[in-house]
């Protein structure tokens, strides 16, 4: 019976420090997909805006000479 009640005690122990791993649900991996799908349009829209920039630059400088 001693043991029995360790070894319950250890499980609750055990159980309380690394707990049950949660299953991601649909919802969840498609919240994460569109965040990374956001944060990939940004980006990108970054890098299209810096392009422009560049672009104009060289424009200006072209329409100079």
């Known amino acids: 019976m001693k043991s029995m ?9 055990t ?3 690394v707990g049950c791993k949660k299953e991601e649900t649909n919802g969840e991996k498609l919240d994460a997909a569109i965040q990374s799908a956001k944060q990939t349009t940004d980006a990108a829209a970054k890098d299209a ?9 060289k424009l200006d400088g072209a329409l100079k000479k």
Do not use: E
């Not at 009640?5 to 122990?13: K, Q």
């Not at 805006?49 to 630059?57: M, R, V, Y």
């Open 5 to 13: 009640l360790m070894v319950a005690t250890m499980v609750a122990m």
């Open 15 to 17: 159980f309380s420090f």
């Open 49 to 57: 805006n810096a392009s422009a920039g560049d672009l104009q630059k």
